[in-house]
């Protein structure tokens, strides 16, 4: 996953590089602090259930077997 945090800069020529970091430290750690909660992850697939996607496995099949019939089992 990307990182989607802007990457913070000060520009500020009368800033030392003390004071611009500890700025920077700051905004990042209010930005760390009010975040959003991040979404919960959904529950795992079943297995089988992947299997069958990936393989591309219907239930029924759409036209007749190799075979040539078109219900074997019904």
Not at 34 to 51: V, Y
Request: net charge negative.
């Amino acid at each position: 996953m990307p990182n989607r945090r802007p990457k913070l800069e000060i520009v500020a020529p009368a800033a030392s590089p003390e004071e611009a970091a500890a700025v920077v430290a700051a905004l990042e750690r209010f930005m760390r602090d009010t975040a959003p909660t991040p979404a919960p992850s959904p529950p795992p697939r079943n297995p089988w259930q992947r299997a069958a996607l990936l393989e591309a496995v219907a239930r029924e099949p759409d036209g007749p077997t190799p075979w040539g019939d078109g219900n074997p089992w019904g």
